[in-house]
């Protein structure tokens, strides 16, 4: 948890609740990505000079993970009238 915000749980989980789904930005730390791209960079056979292809392709993939994710998540809880 990052110690510099003084947002309370309640107030950060408003924020969150605020957020409209185009609007959600889900990012994998740079250490995720960077290990999801250099498998990837493996798999393809070690080429050189596409670092950031397999970078975005990565992040991308990751990021898609995360929202299905979180979409699979919200369909799961029950919607109570």
Avoid: C
Avoid at 5 to 34: G, K, L, W, Y
Avoid at 61 to 72: F, I, V
């Amino acid at each position: 948890m990052n110690t510099t915000d003084t947002a309370t749980i309640p107030e950060a989980a408003d924020r969150v609740a605020a957020v409209t789904p185009t609007e959600t930005a889900i990012e994998a730390t740079d250490d995720v990505i960077r290990v999801r791209a250099y498998h990837l960079w493996e798999a393809a056979g070690l080429p050189s000079g596409w670092a950031d292809h397999f970078w975005v392709r990565a992040e991308r993939e990751l990021q898609d993970k995360a929202l299905t994710d979180a979409l699979q998540a919200s369909s799961d809880t029950p919607i109570h009238n």
